[in-house]
């Protein structure tokens, strides 16, 4: 008797084997080294420069605008001014103060600054010495 054999499918072309009939080798589909880099991310690279603008100082100045914070500014020459920041802007802000005319401040020339409750009550004082240059004794007379 001869073997029976079925016609082929249209789907296939007429030489090919269908798949669940395949035994051999299957060949490995390996992804381009390109695209695996770009799936993986920036794992491996350097972190990308922080934002220009993180909007902290426009906040710190709002809050002490709104609550008429008084303040202590230094400048660079050594002068401490006091009062409370009205307006601010990129490069001065102006400082109002009591019983004195109020002052508009270019940035550069402050030093820091820091909020009038911040100060020590008690400042330090210096050790008075002898005039001989030596220290004075604890018991004091």
Same mark, same amino acid.
């Given at each position: 008797?001869?073997? /029976? $054999?079925?016609?082929?499918?249209?789907?296939?072309?007429?030489?090919?084997? !269908?798949?669940?009939?395949?035994?051999? *080798?299957?060949? %490995?589909?390996?992804?381009?080294?390109?695209?695996?880099? $770009?799936?993986? @991310?920036?794992? @491996?690279?350097?972190? @990308?420069?922080?934002?220009?603008?993180?909007?902290?100082?426009?906040?710190?100045?709002?809050?002490?605008?709104?609550?008429?914070?008084? /303040? #202590? #500014? %230094?400048? /660079?020459?050594?002068?401490?001014?006091? @009062?409370?920041?009205?307006?601010?802007?990129?490069?001065?802000?102006?400082?109002?103060? !009591?019983?004195? *005319?109020?002052?508009?401040?270019?940035?550069?020339?402050?030093?820091?600054?820091?909020?009038?409750?911040?100060?020590?009550?008690?400042?330090?004082?210096?050790? $008075?010495?002898?005039?001989?240059?030596?220290?004075?004794?604890?018991?004091?007379?």
């Amino acid at each position: 008797m001869a073997a /029976v $054999r079925k016609p082929p499918s249209p789907a296939s072309p007429a030489g090919a084997r !269908e798949p669940e009939s395949e035994l051999g *080798p299957r060949k %490995l589909i390996r992804p381009a080294l390109s695209d695996l880099r $770009r799936d993986m @991310g920036p794992r @491996g690279l350097r972190k @990308g420069a922080p934002p220009e603008q993180t909007n902290a100082e426009s906040f710190y100045y709002l809050k002490q605008m709104q609550a008429r914070t008084p /303040v #202590v #500014v %230094l400048l /660079v020459d050594g002068e401490e001014l006091r @009062g409370w920041i009205e307006w601010y802007d990129k490069d001065a802000i102006k400082l109002n103060r !009591e019983h004195a *005319p109020n002052l508009l401040l270019q940035k550069h020339a402050i030093k820091y600054l820091y909020k009038e409750e911040e100060e020590r009550p008690f400042r330090r004082r210096k050790v $008075r010495s002898e005039p001989d240059g030596a220290p004075p004794e604890a018991g004091g007379r």
